[in-house]
């Protein structure tokens, strides 16, 4: 009796081509989209929903296969809202200086541990969480640059080592700006750059260099992340080749416009979440999450503190959401696909890279009454209505609802 209680997820990437009203033909109704339809006459319903008729729901999916939700009537719709998109936000935290306030140890020939917890992994080795150590010792004639340096540095070589990196580690300055400097030519990953300029003068070995990143075409800020020109080769003007004390966790910019030496104040280290890619998510195996993680400072830490800048959030209507939970439904439903064996076959309606307002709503079944308790029983079926943010489809007006923020 309860073999509709499942989910089915329809994904809408076209619009349904229907004006209020007009029949709903499958052979034109174009693949890729959805439409609420009237069981009585075929014809589309674009404005409320009118109490005693009987609609379902029918998506065309892009092989132009029909899918139908069940036949029901408003009243037994029930818990309907509409969630609008919102792109996944990674975490920032500061150990030292923040942007505001703040500065890094800087004892002489003292052991500095960092540990970073990822909360994200709970569940992964017998429900503890991952960790991360990030150990360094400073020299006899310790300074902030120095510790912020070496720990930056022995972080950056840690995760190089990991086969999934969850974050990066990058420098961040108080100072003031000094010169303002374009034209660079970045890699992620490389120690060296290059400058379309001749900066020969500028940029001199134990310069604080500032970049922009992501560049902007903005002025850069005290959150962006610094580096320390480590040596160059001594090539002549436009041809010398300059070497970072750090590879460059950056992203690869031939032409970064949006630089500057800065003159040397308090030092922090900017830790960055690195969720996965909508390339690298597979939505048969994989989950959805967004990077999460706790700094501890080790015991001999008595000036920096740890600031946690911005919260990381998962999204709503993101592609690794929509994909994942597309997969999940073929699994439920028990389709031909899935039923087949081996299961070759599914269905992967969402795009990658692409953002989707999110509707759903139940439809309750309790036609059934039991002969001596009375009891209906209810045999519901939720339906998910992923729409491409960038459609204007009618699905709140039919629906009778707004487009609210998943993050109040």
């Not at 999110?358 to 519901?380: Q, R």
């Amino acid at each position: 009796m309860f073999e509709d209680s499942k989910t089915k997820l329809y994904v809408a990437t076209v619009t349904n081509g229907y004006a209020d009203g007009n029949t709903w033909v499958g052979s034109t109704m174009p693949s890729g989209s959805v439409a609420f339809v009237k069981t009585s006459d075929n014809t589309v319903e674009e404005g409320a929903l009118v109490a005693g008729t009987e609609y379902r729901v029918i998506h065309k999916t892009t092989a132009g296969v029909l899918q139908f939700s069940p036949p029901f009537i408003p009243a037994n719709l029930k818990n309907a809202v509409g969630v609008e998109n919102e792109a996944r936000v990674e975490q920032v935290t500061y150990v030292g200086y923040n942007g505001v306030s703040g500065s890094m140890d800087a004892a002489n020939s003292t052991y500095y541990g960092l540990r970073v917890v990822l909360d994200h992994t709970f569940g992964m080795l017998n429900n503890s969480p991952l960790m991360l150590t990030i150990p360094y010792k400073s020299d006899a004639s310790a300074t902030q640059s120095e510790v912020a340096a070496g720990l930056a540095v022995a972080g950056t070589s840690m995760l190089a080592r990991q086969a999934y990196k969850p974050f990066k580690i990058e420098r961040v300055n108080s100072g003031a700006k000094a010169v303002v400097i374009d034209n660079l030519s970045l890699v992620n990953g490389s120690k060296t750059f290059t400058s379309a300029d001749d900066d020969t003068a500028t940029l001199l070995v134990g310069t604080i260099l500032r970049i922009q990143e992501p560049e902007s075409l903005g002025a850069c800020t005290v959150t962006s992340p610094c580096y320390i020109i480590a040596s160059h080769d001594s090539g002549a003007g436009a041809a010398r080749v300059y070497t970072l004390d750090q590879p460059f966790q950056g992203t690869t910019n031939t032409d970064n416009d949006q630089a500057e030496t800065v003159t040397e104040g308090n030092w922090g280290l900017k830790f960055t979440g690195i969720s996965v890619t909508d390339a690298n998510f597979n939505p048969v195996t994989d989950e959805p999450f967004v990077v999460s993680f706790k700094i501890d400072l080790g015991e001999n830490f008595d000036t920096a503190t740890v600031t946690y800048s911005t919260t990381p959030v998962i999204g709503s209507g993101t592609y690794q959401q929509v994909a994942a939970l597309e997969a999940y439904c073929q699994f439920e439903g028990k389709t031909r696909e899935i039923s087949a064996y081996p299961p070759t076959t599914r269905l992967f309606e969402a795009v990658s890279g692409e953002s989707y307002h999110l509707y759903s709503f139940e439809i309750w079944n309790n036609s059934f009454v039991d002969p001596t308790t009375g009891i209906a029983p209810i045999s519901p079926t939720r339906i998910v209505i992923a729409e491409d943010k960038d459609l204007s489809e009618s699905f709140t007006t039919v629906l009778g609802i707004s487009l609210i923020s998943a993050l109040i």
